[in-house]
């Protein structure tokens, strides 16, 4: 394959990052809007928004709904993250090279911030002109709604929160980040699909694709936290062995966690093989990016 | 008139409450579902259940998107009290008679809750099944978000913030208020006329009536305030004063505040009177509740 997913993704992340920009408006109220864009602009790999693309992409979607889908789900990842850096939660300074929001706007501004954040990508999915028709506009934020709610990543936070210093075994530590991190990437990959008409056979196999993908993310987070340093990674390294979290690496050890992470692409690429999808390039690069990655 | 209101609202009441003890489902994990449970149930006027039935009813609604509608307009209206009792914030440890969410499940899963129960408001609004028009759903996802938002409640959140101990002149107060608490109030009317197919007058005569209503609530807010004991009120009372906050009261006192809830009293009979109408009468009643109540 010489499929080049840099180039794949240059068009693709610019216009996002303009549509980021231009939905998440500086003019909201009393500074609300600056700490709104600190939190989305600029920053991360946007890995969701393009998963939301390749998918939407492979099944001919709705290119205005997938642009949405794309922004929506990264704005649910952002205000998490500014929500996650809280005193109350992992209280961290530091979030790709940057001070976190609470650092530099306030407790409150970051709280508040993080709530708009969630109503702004529910507000994405819903345009009131006919540019998305309604079925797939209502589709879209019952994706979202399970993929960021107490069934998907609320609930896995909560799971991570009761699980500090407390022994999970691999079960339990899968289901927690299936939740976690899992359930909103291969949201991504579900309301991508569900931008087009595609077959039952599609949509099953770009489910368990991104279910794959989902999982394959966190394990790899996981042994980045204990072999990469902190500049590599934007952001503070070493944290979950500090706080005592049960990780892949702690539960199984950095090579059969390098193992695991090897075996969930193999899977992500037999699911798409199964779809009948026949231009799956674009995730079957993003697949193996998540896992090779470095940072 | 003979409209009996505790009549009307009781079987509704039932109704909402039962509707949410089915949707806010303590499965939720490690906890979560039990601090969201605790944040929902059992407590509240449910004024904004209340409008959007009312609005339904009023404009011959699907009565399953209407008790939809009614609902997540409660989630939101809970998940923003959790957050803004939360230290950070307005740091109050009572609310509805009860210790608040982060004084008994603790900072970091009263903010989980808060952003489960956001999350859950729009997935109530887009059921998978067709029981409500994907129209209507979208409809009803976009004007939630609107009104929870950084053009609505969050924003006004973020005025509130920014305005502790300035002075704000009536016009820059009514904003805040029209953003911070009108703004879902007013949201709860229009959603409740979405459920149905309603004139434009029918539309523009029940959003105006929102709007009034919404300003009218936070009026009153703030004569009890100052009137009420902490008891009635079931939250801590003075608190405005106490916290330098501006409020209707501090900038046109105590008499003229009630005489401009009446005011506003009389401008939401006159949107209901130029909708066309015919069955408003529960409409009229809550006004009258909202401006006329001592808690």
Same mark, same amino acid.
């Given at each position: ?13 610019? $216009? ?25 602009? &600029? ?40 929500? &996650?850096?809280?005193?109350?939660? &992992? ?15 306030? =407790? ?9 954040? +969630?109503?702004? #990508? ?12 309604? #079925? ?12 960021? @709610? ?6 896995? =936070? %909560? ?7 407390? %022994? ?17 990437? +291969?949201?991504?990959?579900?309301? !991508?699909?569900?931008?087009? #008409? ?22 790899? &987070?996981?042994?980045?936290?204990? $072999? ?5 990674? @934007? ?6 062995? #500090?706080?005592?979290?049960? $990780?892949?690496?702690?539960?199984? !050890? ?12 193999? =899977? ?15 995730? +079957?690069?993003?697949? !193996? ?7």
């Amino acid at each position: 394959m010489s499929f080049n997913l840099r180039a794949w993704s240059a068009g693709r992340l610019d $216009t996002v990052e303009l549509a980021l920009s231009r939905w998440v408006v500086a003019e909201a109220p009393a500074g609300l809007g600056d700490a709104m864009r600190y939190a989305v602009l &600029d920053g991360g790999k946007r890995l969701r928004p393009l998963l939301v693309m390749a998918a939407g992409e492979a099944v001919g979607g709705n290119p205005e709904a997938v642009l949405r889908a794309a922004c929506a789900v990264e704005l649910i990842h952002a205000y998490s993250l500014v929500h &996650d850096d809280m005193p109350c939660m &992992d209280n961290d300074i530091l979030r790709r090279g940057k001070p976190t929001v609470h650092v530099k706007f306030g =407790q409150a501004q970051a709280l508040l911030a993080g709530d708009a954040l +969630q109503a702004l #990508a529910f507000e994405l999915l819903a345009p009131e002109d006919d540019s998305v028709p309604g #079925a797939i506009q209502a589709t879209l934020c019952r994706l979202l709604a399970r993929a960021a @709610g107490h069934e998907g990543m609320a609930g896995g =936070q %909560a799971i991570d929160l009761a699980s500090i210093g407390r %022994a999970l075994d691999e079960n339990e530590l899968r289901h927690m980040h299936r939740l976690k991190t899992g359930a909103l990437l +291969q949201g991504s990959v579900v309301m !991508g699909a569900a931008c087009g #008409a595609a077959s039952g056979a599609a949509r099953h196999g770009l489910s368990d694709y991104g279910a794959a993908v989902g999982l394959a993310f966190q394990v790899v &987070d996981d042994i980045l936290d204990v $072999t990469a340093d902190s500049a590599t990674l @934007g952001k503070t390294a070493g944290k979950d062995a #500090a706080q005592d979290k049960p $990780t892949y690496v702690s539960l199984m !050890g950095l090579e059969r966690s390098r193992a695991y992470a090897q075996e969930l692409l193999a =899977q992500a690429r037999s699911a798409l093989a199964a779809s009948g999808l026949e231009e799956t390039l674009a995730l +079957q690069a993003l697949a !193996g990016m998540v896992v090779n990655r470095d940072n």
